[in-house]
């Protein structure tokens, strides 16, 4: 398997524009989780789903973040629209459900909002 | 879910053993501990999880005493790819929420 694949790995835009990050979880798995990472906060649990149901979204900022998951291999985070706060490393992984919590990473996708 | 607590930075040598100590003083019964390895500009990696007494793997070995509120990660011989930021968590049993602390950062020395 390839893992968890994230696009796109760099992302660069402008203040106001929107930003789409996608995922595609590890064939098999049945739960993802996106996470924002940044120096002055660590690594922070956005959203996670669980058979492609949002189950908590409770770690996601403000409004200007989405999240969706419209299949078993594929989900999106939107921010829209996008501030220079929001610059972080972004990264989703995916788990199978069956207790105990390993999660598969993937490498990230690096957005710089100017 | 119980907070953790470890320390912030750890210096080694290569070839020595490395004990890192993670307090979660409010486990509860169905929690587990969890320990992920993250190196510069990728995504944390699962290292090893327990429930009690110790396990080992390939990679590390996890001592967990009879009250749970601490555990330790040991790396037996590191080298200085181990050179990493090592995150110990405390997962409820079906491991949905995570919650990452800070991390312990740990420099291997030649």
């Known amino acids: 398997d390839a893992g968890v694949i994230q696009s796109p790995r760099h992302e660069v835009t402008e203040m106001g524009q929107e930003v789409t990050l996608r995922c595609k979880p590890i064939s098999g798995h049945n739960s993802l989780f996106w996470y924002r990472q940044t120096m002055m906060r660590g690594l922070e649990l956005l959203i996670y789903f669980n058979n492609n149901v949002p189950i908590d979204d409770s770690g996601m900022p403000e409004d200007r973040f989405s999240a969706k998951m419209p299949n078993a291999s594929f989900s999106t985070l939107k921010i829209q629209p996008s501030e220079p706060r929001d610059s972080a490393v972004y990264f989703c992984?995916?788990?199978?459900?069956?207790?105990?919590?390993?999660?598969?990473f993937g490498p990230g996708t690096r957005l710089t909002v100017t | 879910l119980a907070k953790t607590t470890q320390p912030i930075s750890m210096d080694s040598y290569e070839g020595q053993e490395v004990n890192i100590t993670c307090s979660h003083n409010n486990i509860a019964t169905n929690d587990y501990i969890t320990w992920y390895q993250q190196f510069p500009s990728q995504g944390p990696r699962f290292i090893i999880q327990?429930?009690?007494t110790k396990v080992t793997n390939e990679v590390a070995s996890l001592f967990i005493p009879a009250d749970r509120k601490s555990s330790t990660l040991s790396l037996p011989r590191v080298s200085l790819s181990d050179t990493a930021v090592y995150y110990c968590?405390?997962?409820?049993?079906?491991?949905?929420?995570?919650?990452f602390g800070a991390g312990t950062r740990l420099f291997v020395k030649a």
């Open positions: 968590l405390v997962v409820l049993s079906g491991g949905f929420k995570t919650i």
């Open positions: 992984a995916s788990s199978f459900y069956q207790g105990g919590g390993e999660q598969y």
């Open positions: 327990g429930y009690k």
